[in-house]
Nanobody
Framework: QVLLAESGGGLVQTGASLRLSCAAT????????MGWFRQAPGKEREFVAT????????RYANSVKGRFTISRDSAKNAVYLQMESLTPEDTAVYYC?????????????????WGQGTQVTVSS
């Protein structure tokens, strides 16, 4: 069974930084792609960032490019999302997800397993 657990969310002010973590168990972590998605109230879940199994392919949503950084640590079975210069538009529940093919994509349907999410709230 694959389990994903996000942490690191919280309430911050505009311009602040946060680092989200996602711990993965139940799978050979070095072979899987990972993605971060977010869902704001009343909106659909949207792609944020993805990283493939060997970190050679990374992609960001235009809305976060230059502010967010995705990374992974296979020794710790974890993927991270460093978020800088946060704005109220970044307020959402953030989810990590696993792409068992190892590719890393922007399409939610390509991800079979999802975490429970962590809330990020940015006040103005």
């Amino acid at each position: 069974q694959v389990l994903l657990a996000e942490s690191g969310g919280g309430l911050v002010q505009t311009g602040a930084s946060l680092r989200l973590s996602c711990a993965a168990t139940g799978r050979t972590f070095s072979t899987i792609g990972m993605g971060w998605f977010r869902q704001a109230p009343g909106k659909e879940r949207e792609f944020v960032a993805t990283i493939n199994y060997n970190s050679l392919y990374i992609r960001y949503a235009n809305s976060v490019k230059g502010r967010f950084t995705i990374s992974r640590d296979s020794a710790k079975n974890a993927v991270y999302l460093q978020m800088e210069s946060l704005t109220p538009e970044d307020t959402a529940v953030y989810y990590c997800a696993e792409d068992s093919r190892g590719l890393g994509t922007a399409i939610p349907a390509d991800y079979a397993y999802w975490g429970q999410g962590t809330q990020v709230t940015v006040s103005s």
